[in-house]
C-alpha cells in the first residue's frame, strides 16, 4: 500500500528536508529527513499527532519558514519565501474584519493589479460556487465559522494558485459543517484540479478526502507510512474498506500520540 510515484511527475518535491528550532537552550527537531515528490493535482493529507511537524511542514512549502536544510521546489523552482503559486488556507480564516465578504475575496486581486471588471466578475463566480452570493455585503463577525471558512476559500482561490495549502481548515467547525465543506473542497478540487496539500489531525477526514495520506512520527517529524487510498469518491464513512483504512492508520497514528504522551511525562519530570 506504500505510495509509489514518478518523480517526473513532481509538482511539489521535497527533498531531505530538515528543520531544527531552539527554544529554552534545547534544540527540537521538527522534521528529519522528509523526502516527498508530490504530483500535479494530487489531493494530500499530512496526518499525525500534535507536534509531528505537520505545519512546520507545511509553512516550509509555503515559504514561511524555511527548512534549515534541504530543499523545497516547485515545478523546479526553489521555494524561497511565499509566492502566488502557493495559497494558503488557515483555521482561523484570517479575514479582514473590516471588509465585506466580497471585498475580502477581492483583496489580493486589487494587490495584484487586476482590472475592476475582471475582478467583479471573478469574485461574482466565486460567490456562487462557494454558495455566498446572499452573504456578499456581510462582515465576518456576521458570518458562521462554516461560511468565514468559505470566504478564506474562495479568498484563496481567488488568486488562482495551482496550490492549496490548508492546515486543519476544518478543525473548529461541527461536524456536519465539516462534512458540507469536505464535500464542497472536493468538488472545487475536482472542478479546478488543485495540487492540495492539506494537514489534519483526523483519520476520518483524510481518509474522506485524500488520495494519498502521509502519516508522520512525533519528534522528529519524519514519514512514517505514504499511503494511497485508491477508494472511489465520494468515499462513504461506513463502507467497510473505509473502515478497514481508518484502523489501520489509527494503530499508526497512535503509537505516535503515545510517544509524544511519554515524552511530555519525561519533560515534566526533568522540570
Ligand atoms: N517556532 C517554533 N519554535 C520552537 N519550536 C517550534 C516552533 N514551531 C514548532 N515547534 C516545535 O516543532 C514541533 C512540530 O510542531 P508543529 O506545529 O509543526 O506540529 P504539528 O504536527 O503541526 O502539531 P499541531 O497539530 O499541534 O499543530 C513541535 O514539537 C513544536 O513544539
Same mark, same amino acid.
Given at each position: 500500500? &506504500?505510495?509509489?510515484?514518478?518523480? *517526473?511527475?513532481s509538482?511539489?518535491?521535497?527533498?531531505q528536508?530538515? /528543520?531544527? $528550532? %531552539?527554544?529554552?537552550?534545547?534544540?527540537?527537531?521538527?522534521?528529519?529527513d522528509?523526502?516527498?515528490?508530490?504530483?500535479?493535482?494530487?489531493?494530500?493529507? !499530512?496526518?499525525?499527532?500534535?507536534?509531528?511537524?505537520?505545519? =512546520?511542514? !507545511?509553512?516550509?512549502?509555503?515559504?514561511?519558514?524555511?527548512? %534549515? %536544510?534541504? %530543499?523545497?521546489?516547485?515545478?523546479?523552482?526553489?521555494?524561497?519565501?511565499?509566492?502566488?503559486?502557493?495559497?494558503?488556507?488557515?483555521?482561523?480564516?484570517?479575514?479582514?474584519?473590516?471588509?465585506?465578504?466580497?471585498? &475580502?475575496?477581492?483583496?489580493?486581486?486589487?494587490? /495584484?493589479?487586476?482590472?475592476?471588471?475582471e475582478?467583479?466578475?471573478?469574485?461574482?463566480?466565486?460567490?456562487?460556487?462557494? *454558495?455566498?452570493?446572499?452573504?456578499?455585503?456581510?462582515?465576518?463577525?456576521?458570518?458562521?465559522?462554516?461560511?468565514?471558512?468559505?470566504?478564506?476559500?474562495?479568498?484563496?482561490?481567488?488568486?488562482?494558485?495551482?496550490i492549496?495549502?490548508?492546515?486543519?481548515? $476544518?478543525?473548529?467547525?461541527d461536524?456536519?459543517?465539516?462534512?458540507?465543506?469536505?464535500?464542497?473542497?472536493?468538488?472545487?478540487?475536482?472542478?479546478?484540479? /488543485?495540487?492540495?496539500?492539506?494537514?489534519?489531525? *483526523?483519520?476520518?477526514?483524510?481518509?474522506?478526502?485524500?488520495?494519498?495520506?502521509?502519516v508522520? =512520527?512525533?519528534?522528529?517529524?519524519?514519514? /512514517?507510512?505514504d499511503?494511497?487510498?485508491?477508494?472511489?469518491?465520494?468515499? +462513504?464513512?461506513?463502507?467497510?474498506?473505509? &473502515?478497514?483504512?481508518?484502523?489501520?492508520?489509527?494503530?499508526?497514528? #497512535?503509537?505516535?500520540?503515545?510517544?509524544?504522551?511519554? +515524552?511530555?511525562?519525561? #519533560?515534566?519530570?526533568? +522540570?
Open positions: 500500500m &506504500n505510495a509509489r510515484l514518478d518523480p *517526473s511527475l509538482h511539489i518535491r521535497i527533498d528536508v530538515h /528543520k531544527a $528550532f %531552539s527554544t529554552g537552550g534545547r534544540v527540537v527537531t521538527a522534521l528529519q522528509i523526502r516527498l515528490e508530490i504530483p500535479r493535482g494530487q489531493f494530500t493529507c !499530512l496526518l499525525g499527532p500534535s507536534g509531528c511537524g505537520k505545519s =512546520t511542514l !507545511l509553512n516550509a512549502v509555503a515559504g514561511f519558514s524555511l527548512p %534549515s %536544510s534541504g %530543499s523545497i521546489t516547485v515545478d523546479g523552482n526553489p521555494v524561497k519565501g511565499p509566492g502566488p503559486d502557493r495559497g494558503m488556507v488557515f483555521q482561523e480564516y484570517a479575514l479582514f474584519p473590516w471588509m465585506t465578504v466580497e471585498d &475580502n475575496i477581492a483583496f489580493g486581486l486589487h494587490i /495584484k493589479g487586476m482590472a475592476k471588471a475582478i467583479r466578475d471573478r469574485v461574482g463566480s466565486l460567490l456562487s460556487m462557494l *454558495s455566498l452570493g446572499d452573504f456578499r455585503q456581510r462582515f465576518p463577525k456576521d458570518l458562521s465559522g462554516g461560511m468565514r471558512q468559505r470566504v478564506a476559500i474562495a479568498r484563496v482561490l481567488a488568486l488562482d494558485s495551482p492549496m495549502l490548508m492546515d486543519e481548515p $476544518f478543525g473548529a467547525l461536524a456536519l459543517t465539516r462534512r458540507n465543506l469536505q464535500d464542497e473542497l472536493l468538488r472545487i478540487w475536482s472542478e479546478l484540479r /488543485k495540487t492540495i496539500l492539506f494537514v489534519t489531525h *483526523s483519520i476520518e477526514e483524510a481518509v474522506y478526502l485524500a488520495d494519498r495520506i502521509v508522520m =512520527t512525533y519528534r522528529p517529524g519524519t514519514v /512514517k507510512r499511503v494511497l487510498v485508491e477508494m472511489p469518491r465520494m468515499r +462513504d464513512p461506513a463502507a467497510p474498506e473505509f &473502515n478497514l483504512l481508518k484502523r489501520e492508520l489509527g494503530g499508526m497514528v #497512535m503509537e505516535e500520540q503515545q510517544r509524544h504522551h511519554s +515524552d511530555e511525562l519525561r #519533560m515534566a519530570a526533568v +522540570d
